[in-house]
Nanobody, 123 residues
């Protein structure tokens, strides 16, 4: 099973990026997908998640209204659209897969993790 996060880069404050998380080796549509981020010297924190059918999403308060998660199960891909980016959004962003959407806030309960993609927001 592989999760591949991509789409990171350098962007100015106020700008936008769209991250992708592509899965292989798993029936992706059975899993909820969460996004996490980790800034230097900080713990990995929950950003948001989407359930298997894309009918439900949840977000951390820090990104609510600015970030949107969507998915295309036919393409085994989940997206994280990030608008109005701030310097404090700078981090390595990870996607991860879990069967139980109700547990998506719990970092330790995920089944699979991607390798991370760097997002840097300059002021």
């Amino acid at each position: 099973v592989q999760l591949q996060a991509s789409g990171g880069g350098l962007v100015q404050a106020g700008g936008s990026l769209r991250l992708s998380c592509a899965a292989s080796g798993v029936t992706f549509s059975l899993y909820a997908v969460g996004w996490f981020r980790q800034a230097p010297g900080k713990e990995r924190e929950f950003v948001g998640a989407i359930n298997w059918s894309a009918g439900f999403t949840r977000y951390a308060d820090s990104v609510k209204g600015r970030f949107t998660i969507s998915r295309e199960n036919a393409k085994n891909t989940v997206f994280l659209r990030m608008n109005s980016l701030k310097p404090e959004d700078t981090a390595v962003y990870y996607c991860a897969a879990i069967r139980d959407f109700t547990r998506t806030h719990s970092r330790g309960e995920y089944d699979y993790w991607g390798q991370g993609t760097q997002v840097t927001v300059s002021s």
